[in-house]
């Protein structure tokens, strides 16, 4: 018998989601969803490409069963003819408006307000991150409806993935003709993570049925006295009590540095921290509303808690990492969760994290640095859960009781010296370039190649005073060096700044 062809249009929905977040299995509950009510479903998906380049487009059809009708659904979107497109981050959003997949005349657009950064966010030297209102703004216009929460926050808290809170947002967008009751018995069916994901599912369902204003920020932490002996302890309280001294526009900033260096080193380090602030506040006054020691507060704290070898095995190696990564992951009490770190140590960190004369030893010995890089430099695969991953990263973490004697801390200090002198030369007569002088510090982060990279622009940055000096401009030159440094990692905005320089 011949079957016509239903003439009935079908619910067009796009799943925009990257890996990880549940893409699938939100496409999975939809179409079992549909099929449960009586109607006939289809799914397919289009991968994306690694490395948060672009995310996996699900596509589901569902329309409504006629007896001796036989549907013909789509296999991939077209623009201007989605019902329902669900993001799972919000530049996803942006991207299905780029599409054209959101209309004003007929689409839903459900998105998580959350970020998960693209690689040209991650690589620029500076802040890529994107301005995310003209998304907003552009997804507000295009969509017929737009509903966006933190959906990802929302999931987390109910200890469960995106996906569960997606469909409790597309359960209350009213998006599909199917009671809430249905949605939720969709989820019990699944028989995987029930009571989790129904705690995201109401969670997400009721961000939209009951939309509140956003919470206002919680306050910052104290810096607190807390853990080693009774008299770390008090070493810490002195140390409390001395950025109690500092004026007020200082006052917090200071306290969170402290804190930084503390964790990083020691109490003693802190004190060496505030000694230094103490020199800066000579040098500063109420009429420039202590703006030089405010931001020395921030940059000095990262000067002298940067990156090393000895911080990320601390770091990698914390009981709080493991409790983080456990909740990352969602994992239950009785789940096993395996870390793997990649890692790839070269020579010159080895070096570094020798005593400083025996690192300068092995530096100028080309038969020992070819035997040691041919032992050393590789890259690893290091199983942070097992005896034998945790065992030699937690040693070398214990190196920091003996971090001032090694060489990559005497040449940290020896930079921040020569850097902190150039401030305090030109602080009594220019506070404005002393500001952006200590702002300078930016440039310089992480460890190896990248760090290389960084100190480099900070010293030709910096450099550039000496044809500065004595401008009413100076300020605004480096700073605009420093903005042309931050943005690009070749560094040729800042050859062609350095290059305007030298014809003033």
Known sequence: MDVAAATDRPIAIAIMAMGGQGGGVLADWIVALAEAQGWVAQATSVPGVAQRTGATIYYVEIIRAVAGRQPVLSLMPVPGDVDVVIAAELMEAGRAVQRGLVTPDRTVLLASSHRSLAMVEKIKPGDGIADPAPVLAAAGAAAKRFVHADMQALAERAGSVISAALFGALAASGALPFARAAFEETIRAAGVGV???????????????????????????????????????????????????FPEPARA????????????????????????????LALDSAAENFALTAEAARQVAVALAYDDVIRVADLKTRASRFARVRGEVVAGAGEIVETTEF?????????????????LAVERSRLLTAALRWAFERRRRVRTTTVLGFVPLYLVAGLRPRRRTLLRH??????????????????????RLAVELLKCRRLVKGYSDTHARGASKFDRVTGAVALLAGRDDAADWIRRLRDAALADAEGKLLDGALATIRTL
């Open 195 to 245: 009571a989790a994901s129904l705690a995201a599912f109401a969670l997400g369902y009721d961000a939209v049925r009951s939309p509140v204003a956003a919470a206002a920020p919680a306050p910052v932490e104290a810096v607190a006295v807390s853990g080693g002996t009774a008299a770390e302890q008090a070493a810490f309280a002195r140390a409390l009590q001395r950025v109690a001294a």
């Open 343 to 359: 890692m790839h140590p070269r020579m010159a960190e080895l070096c570094a994290t020798m005593p400083a004369r025996w690192g």
């Open 253 to 280: 900033m200071l306290g969170h540095g402290l804190r930084r260096v503390v964790d990083y080193q020691d109490v003693a380090y802190g004190h060496e921290y505030l000694d230094i602030m103490d020199r800066l």
């Open 410 to 431: 005497q040449r940290e200090m020896a930079h921040v010296r020569a850097w902190l002198a150039l401030v305090e030369r030109h602080a009594p007569g220019d506070c």
